[in-house]
């Protein structure tokens, strides 16, 4: 009997990214299995097989969250860190405390003091990054799937004898084959003889522009006609009309707002080199960087962070996001733009491996035969969890969650303490 899933996302025309991924995917899963997609207004769904549940960093992800955590199905982690998504659903919603209790129960007396300072809006960019809060949803999950290895890695750390899967992120072009250079810039109205520069996405502090712009305005001196393209809307926080005044940059500067996927596309086709720089990183693998990628385009990337650890020597450009960033990327577009012959075999090797590795049909096909796995072993991974992650309010929650928090304050890893046999006198159960 073919397999009913039922899917959990944001879907378009949501801004969030893993709204087109979950649309692109889930259309190819029905050559598979029988999906329903569900919305946050679509209520409780029909009884299913197995759910399946796209989880990132932001708020959008609350209602697939909170359904995640009462009915436990298969999450595709889009982000290792989901710590905006818990403070949007707690300290967002007035529950500071229960905020709290979270950091508290994952990271110890640590996790109390760092939880007090980001309630209070002190915690920066950088802390929620270093606090991951996504271990109450991977115990309550039956399966998990990550964009990345390293991201994988974790997760099996986390969740020994679960069943995870690394699958990478899927390329999707609408435009295929991908519109020349030439075309992209002359159905955008782009000029066709300047060197472009392309930030692909919402802009947002996270993707070191204020470097860019100094950099691009810096780098004109040798290319006049050089400009910096942002292919995306930007966060209203951020201040990056002041930043190009400030540096002088004038005209180098084109911001595109937000677009359909097919002149996204086009941007990525009319860049010369593209930036996909990210940090902090919250353990997210970008769709902007696989599709610029897969149209063939140089892409520099910040060292450290998955964009440049999942793909082998050659295919990105990395540089360090720290104090060196400007000298870095700086160093970087200097090279590839006096380097027409160096931006197109680098350009080259991108679309292979990505057009080898990353299709559609192929990570689809992958994902498939995981799931139905999954749902093969339900029942037993259902009793798993219900082991590891009890019902909220109850005796036995409370006394894992002392447990826990305290073994991570003596560094004592959770999978040592043999906990069923610990707690099961104290509950008047059977170990």
Do not use: C
């Amino acid at each position: 009997m073919t397999l009913r899933l039922d899917v959990w996302s944001p879907w378009p025309p949501s801004p969030s990214g893993v709204a087109d991924y979950a649309a692109e995917q889930s259309a190819a899963l029905e050559a598979h299995v029988q999906v329903a997609r569900v919305t946050a207004e679509a209520g409780v769904p029909r009884a299913s097989d197995l759910d399946l549940y796209h989880v990132g960093n932001s708020p959008a992800h609350g209602f697939v969250y909170r359904a995640a955590l009462e009915r436990s199905g298969v999450v595709l982690l889009h982000d290792w860190s989901l710590h905006h998504l818990v403070l949007s659903e707690t300290v967002e919603r007035g529950d500071t405390a229960a905020y709290l209790r979270e950091m508290r129960r994952a990271y110890g007396e640590a996790g109390t003091f760092v939880g007090r300072q980001v309630a209070r809006a002190l915690g920066g960019d950088l802390l929620p990054a270093l606090y991951p809060l996504n271990d109450r949803l991977l115990h309550a999950s039956l399966g998990v799937v990550t964009l990345t290895g390293a991201v994988a890695r974790r997760v099996a750390l986390a969740l020994p004898g679960r069943p995870v899967l690394a699958l990478p992120h899927h390329l999707s072009l609408p435009l295929d084959p991908p519109p020349s250079r030439a075309d992209a810039r002359r159905a955008l109205g782009l000029p066709e003889d300047a060197l472009l520069v392309t930030a692909p996405g919402l802009a947002t502090a996270a993707k070191q522009l204020d470097v860019a712009v100094a950099v691009v305005t810096r780098l004109r001196a040798l290319h006049p006609g050089l400009r910096l393209v942002v292919a995306g809307g930007v966060d209203p926080q951020l201040p990056l009309d002041a930043w190009a005044r400030s540096a002088g940059l004038g005209d180098g500067l084109l911001v595109a707002g937000r677009l359909s996927l097919e002149d996204f596309e086009r941007h990525l086709a009319a860049a010369d080199v593209v930036l996909a720089l990210r940090f902090p990183s919250h353990g997210e693998m970008s769709g902007a960087l696989v599709r610029a990628l897969g149209v063939g385009r140089p892409v520099v990337v910040s060292a450290g962070t998955p964009a440049a650890e999942e793909f082998p020597e050659g295919i990105v450009v990395p540089i360090d996001p720290g104090r060196d960033a400007a000298a870095g990327l700086e160093a970087a577009l200097a090279r590839l733009l006096q380097d027409a012959p160096l931006r197109e075999s680098l350009g080259r090797l991108a679309r292979e491996h990505v057009v080898a590795r990353h299709g559609l049909p192929g990570t689809v096909a992958t994902l498939a035969a995981f799931l139905e796995d999954v749902a093969a072993r339900r029942e037993a991974l259902a009793r798993s969890v219900a082991r590891e992650q009890p019902a909220d309010g109850s005796l036995r929650r409370y006394l894992l969650d002392e447990v826990r928090w305290s073994a991570h304050d003596l560094g004592i890893p959770e999978s040592a303490l043999g906990l069923d046999a610990l707690l099961a006198p104290l509950t008047g159960e059977r170990s």
